[in-house]
Nanobody, 126 residues
Framework: QVQLVESGGGLVQPGGSLRLSCAAS???????GGWFRQAPGTERAQVSC????????HYADSVKGRFTISRDNAKNTVYLQMNSLKPEDTAVYYC????????????????????WGKGTLVTVSS
């Protein structure tokens, strides 16, 4: 079992930045760590994933060039740096982890993850 705890959400103005953190309860070497988000009335969708083994990353087209995922294996923590935030980025952001089985582009999906945090709300509004 892996417990995941997110932090760092909040209210930010359009064009602003936030950094989300996801702390895992144990070492997750061999797993993908990921961020997903869910806005009201929509399905949960991928944002970004990172491999704990080689650091390879994958991003949804909607966040490429604005968001950066990173990890600190010594701290069992994955980060999501979000810049140039837009109102449409408003959502509950969930951290997830899944044992690596496929390439990252294939597995960075909701059904590719096994463990989930409870989510942190990000609101982008003036």
């Amino acid at each position: 079992q892996v417990q995941l705890v997110e932090s760092g959400g909040g209210l930010v103005q359009p064009g602003g930045s936030l950094r989300l953190s996801c702390a895992a309860s144990r070492n997750t070497l061999g797993y993908y760590g990921g961020w997903f988000r869910q806005a009201p009335g929509t399905e949960r969708a991928q944002v970004s994933c990172i491999s704990s083994s080689d650091g390879s990353t994958h991003y949804a087209d909607s966040v490429k060039g604005r968001f950066t995922i990173s990890r600190d294996n010594a701290k069992n923590t994955v980060y999501l740096q979000m810049n140039s935030l837009k109102p449409e980025d408003t959502a509950v952001y969930y951290c997830a982890a899944g044992l690596r089985r496929f390439n990252i582009a294939t597995q960075c999906r909701v059904n590719g993850m096994e463990y989930w945090g409870k989510g942190t709300l990000v609101t982008v509004s003036s």
